[in-house]
């Protein structure tokens, strides 16, 4: 046997000091005791290497804890695997099935998933974007329309596929699959007019999305005469978002201090609808036949709620997956002929309203 096949793997080299820290790719290549140029073969492309040298380029990595800097190995081909992700929080369900299809649509082509969070008043966005930007994603992926004028110009310079999402506008920065929120504002209004609900509310997030909701919400109601004789506007409560359950509670309360005779309504997420139901219920109210109610997101309680709850289904999962087919085709220098992706959104009737 040819004893210079296999070399013997010492003890991994001391640590020199750097600036950087850890090991780098010659350690490994040492250790390995093949040159760097076929250690780097044998991590970024190992159909390209023997198997005997593959798995020592492997033990070695294993035992140094060697992490690829992917930065600097993609800067040939300029194309970084990562897509970065901007969501307004996390700590609520409503964007989890987006995110997860996101994440895993871009894995099944060798991409990651990097997510920020920037808060439902943007206020951390555009110091967000600056940091993304700076670390040259394949692609950005942004929850609702960007406004801020500086974001759309650091995006638009930056190059960098960009999907907007959560919303509808024929003049997006690149690319944009989302639904219209007046579009579900005016069908919640007329679905309960059609049940023949005449004296509606709403209590809504006082997020940008939201509010425009609720206001076609408002409109369509007063037009259809779905008001108080003479109200310039249906009743409305406006509350912090993200939206909580004491949230609808307490919503309810101010609603019907407005208008004792409310017999429905429109909350902007499901949470809220939830509060509404568990304040009607301690105050004897019945729902649906005294107060319908109708929440937003058909959340995964919402099917379990007594009574149910009727909601506007959003499809996340849908919209993960088409922004990652958009994103992955631009940056595979793939022509994008439909920019804009409307998907729409269900009212899902149940017991509630």
């Not at 076929?38 to 070695?60: K, M």
């Not at 992926?141 to 110009?153: A, K, N, P, Y």
């Not at 920065?173 to 023949?196: C, P």
Request: net charge positive; aromatic share 4%; glycine share 10%.
């Amino acid at each position: 046997m040819d004893k210079q096949a296999v070399p013997v793997i010492d003890a991994p080299p001391k640590r020199r000091r750097r600036t950087s820290g850890g090991f780098t790719l010659r350690d490994v290549a040492k250790l390995a005791g093949v040159a760097p140029i076929t250690a780097s073969r044998a991590l970024n492309n190992p159909d390209s290497v023997s198997e005997p040298i593959l798995q020592r380029v492997r033990e070695a990595v294993e035992r140094t804890g060697y992490v690829p800097n992917l930065l600097a190995g993609g800067l040939a081909s300029k194309r970084s695997k990562l897509v970065a992700a901007v969501v307004p929080t996390v700590a609520g369900s409503v964007f989890l099935d987006m995110v997860q299809s996101l994440t895993e649509s871009l894995a099944a082509s060798g991409y990651q998933l990097m997510l920020g969070q920037s808060g439902y008043e943007n206020s951390r966005e555009d110091a967000l974007l600056e940091a993304i930007i700076g670390r040259r994603p394949d692609g950005v992926v942004l929850t609702g329309i960007m406004r801020s004028d500086q974001g759309r110009r650091r995006l638009l310079a930056s190059g960098i596929p960009i999907v907007e999402t959560w919303d509808l506008t024929p003049t997006p920065i690149d690319m944009l699959v989302g639904f219209s929120h007046e579009a579900i504002g005016s069908a919640v209004a007329d679905y309960l007019y059609q049940r023949g609900r005449r004296r509606v509310a709403t209590i809504s997030a006082n997020d940008e999305r939201a509010v425009r909701r609720n206001q076609a919400f408002s409109h369509a109601a007063l037009a259809l005469g779905m008001g108080a004789p003479g109200a310039a506007a249906v009743p409305s409560c406006i509350v912090p978002a993200p939206t909580t359950v004491g949230s609808g509670r307490s919503g309810l309360r101010d609603l019907l201090a407005q208008d004792p005779c409310i017999d429905a309504v429109f909350c902007s997420s499901d949470m809220l609808a939830l509060g509404v139901i568990t304040e009607a219920q301690a105050q004897g109210i019945a729902i649906p036949g005294r107060v319908a109610v109708v929440g937003l997101g058909d959340q995964a309680f919402a099917r379990d709620l007594h009574p149910a709850l009727t909601s506007v289904q959003i499809d996340g999962a849908a919209i993960g997956s088409t922004a990652a087919q958009l994103i992955i085709a631009r940056a595979e220098g793939k022509v994008v002929a439909e920019k804009v992706r409307d998907i729409g959104f269900t009212i899902v009737e149940r017991a509630s309203g």
